[in-house]
């Protein structure tokens, strides 16, 4: 099986989010790759043998500005996993076998393509940054040229597969708001269980006063059919 890596380069990372990219290189390669126990037939039963899965290659580009491409390189090299790097020649987008035709080749040579991206631009990035990346046409990650490469290989039928890097402040502030959104919903519950409570009370109130009325009534007509019974006397 050949899985494409692709992702920023290394301008678009901090170290915390280096070290969650190349962690999650790790674990999808060493899964892609993990020897599996089997059984196979031996003629007079079964033996239990541990063979590898499906061979691994790793696909990626080589970015001459780092990042994915050569950790994912690097790590491959590290796990003893067999690489096709398409190295761009020209350094340019529109060229015999520039980053367009590379890409492209890349989309072509993966079974499988993980787009490796990040949610937000590093605080001291100084490159141009984007609102969104179009290519997507989503604000949850940072504008790559890999989502382009990840739109070619969808083209083709290709699985693609998108992990999108946080910064632990970013998890951290997501929680925080969710927490407070929880906290928010149990205030209103509350609110409105004593809004129920109160409405309730003032049914009772309203019965209970309903009541004495017909008491009363009932108290006052037994007066006057008494008064009556006396009169006739
Ligand atoms: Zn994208």
């Known amino acids: 099986m050949k899985i494409g890596i692709i992702g920023h380069a290394e301008d678009k990372f901090t170290e915390e989010t280096k070290q969650k990219a190349v962690s ?5 390669l060493y899964d892609a790759a993990r020897p599996v126990s089997a059984k196979v037939d031996v003629g ?7 063979k590898p899965t499906k061979e691994v290659i790793l696909v990626s580009g080589r970015s001459p500005l780092g990042g994915i491409d050569v950790w994912a390189e690097e790590i491959a090299l ?7 790097i398409k190295a761009p020649k020209q350094n340019r987008w529109n060229a015999e076998y520039g980053y367009r035709q590379r890409n492209i080749d890349i989309a072509i040579s993966s079974d499988i393509l993980h787009v490796i991206v990040v949610e937000e631009y590093p605080p001291n990035y100084n490159g141009r940054r984007f609102p969104m990346c179009y290519h997507c046409n ?3 990650h940072v504008k790559s040229g890999a989502c382009w490469t990840a ?19 970013s998890i951290e502030a997501e929680q925080r708001a969710n927490e407070e959104e929880f906290q928010r919903r149990q205030l209103e519950a509350e609110d409105d269980e004593r809004k ?21 009534s009932h108290l ?9 019974v006396h009169t006739n006397d």
Do not use: C, P
């Not at 999650?24 to 999808?28: A, E, P, Q």
């Not at 129920?196 to 009363?216: H, I, M, S, T």
């Not at 006052?220 to 009556?228: P, Q, S, W």
């Open 138 to 140: 989503k604000s949850d």
């Open 151 to 169: 739109k070619q290989a969808l083209a083709l039928g290709k699985q693609v597969v998108w992990h999108i890097i946080r910064t632990n402040a």
């Open 44 to 50: 007079v039963g079964q033996l239990e043998i541990t």
């Open 196 to 216: 129920r409570q109160k409405e309730q009370e003032r049914e009772e109130e309203e019965e209970e006063e309903q009541r004495r009325y017909e008491e009363e």
């Open 24 to 28: 999650l290189i790790r674990k999808i």
């Open 78 to 84: 590290a796990l003893d996993i067999e690489t096709d």
């Open 220 to 228: 006052f007509l037994t007066i006057i059919l008494d008064m009556k």
